[in-house]
C-alpha cells in the first residue's frame, strides 16, 4: 500500500470563466529498439493509464487547486494517477473539454479547460495512491494515438508529436533541463 494519500474534494478547486481549471502531463521516457538489421534506435514511449469510466486509455490529470501551481498540479496528478515522477520538459497548451462526471454548480455545463504538460519521467514507483484502481501502459506514439480514449487528448498528444519532434532535429535540450518559469502557462 502507498504511504502517498491522493488529493479529493472540490474546496481547493479553480474554476475560471465557468471552466474548471484542469492540470496534466503526458509522461515519457525512451527506450532502445533493436532494428532487423543489428543496430538499435532510440524511441520515444509515452504513460497512458486505464479510464475508470469506460473503455479506452488517457495521460494523468486532474484539478488544480488554489494552493499550488499548474506545473505542481499536473506533477502531483502524474504522481496520484500513474506513480511517476519526473521533470516537466515543455508547456503543451490548454485544452478545453466537455465532462459529465464534473459537472457543478460552478460549470453546470461540465466545461474544463487542462493545462497539459511533457514530463520526462525519472522514477516509477512500485507503489502509488491510486495503484488499485489504475494500470499504466507504455505505448509508442501511434499505439497511444489508436488507445486514446478523449479526442482533445489525441490533440495534446499531436503538440507533444511536433515539440518532440523538433526536440529531436534542432540541438535536444539536456535531460536536466525543466521547464522555466517564463513559460508558464499560469494566467493569475
Not at 529498439?33 to 494523468?60: A, C, H, Q, R, Y
Not at 506513480?83 to 459537472?103: A, E, N, S
Amino acid at each position: 500500500m502507498s504511504e502517498l494519500v491522493a488529493r479529493t474534494g472540490r474546496h481547493q478547486q479553480r474554476y475560471e470563466d465557468g471552466c474548471r481549471l484542469v492540470a496534466g502531463c503526458i509522461p515519457f521516457r525512451y527506450s532502445s529498439v533493436e532494428n532487423d538489421d543489428g543496430t538499435s534506435e532510440k524511441v520515444v514511449k509515452v504513460l497512458m493509464i486505464n479510464s475508470l469510466s469506460g473503455p479506452g486509455l488517457l495521460f494523468p490529470k486532474g484539478g488544480w487547486e488554489k494552493d499550488e501551481t499548474v506545473e505542481e498540479a499536473a506533477a502531483r496528478e502524474a504522481l496520484e494517477e500513474a506513480g511517476v515522477r519526473g521533470d516537466l520538459k515543455h508547456f503543451l497548451g490548454h485544452y478545453t473539454f466537455k465532462t459529465k462526471t464534473l459537472q457543478d454548480d460552478i460549470s453546470p455545463e461540465g466545461l474544463c479547460r487542462a493545462a497539459m504538460f511533457a514530463l520526462l519521467v525519472k522514477e516509477e514507483l512500485v507503489s502509488w495512491p491510486e495503484q488499485s484502481t489504475r494500470q499504466r501502459s507504455w505505448l509508442t506514439i501511434p499505439e497511444a494515438v489508436e488507445r486514446c480514449r478523449h479526442p482533445w487528448m489525441k490533440n495534446a498528444l499531436e503538440g507533444f508529436s511536433k515539440w518532440h519532434a523538433g526536440q529531436m532535429v534542432s540541438s535536444p535540450k539536456g535531460e536536466n533541463d525543466v521547464l522555466s518559469s517564463a513559460s508558464s502557462p499560469e494566467r493569475h
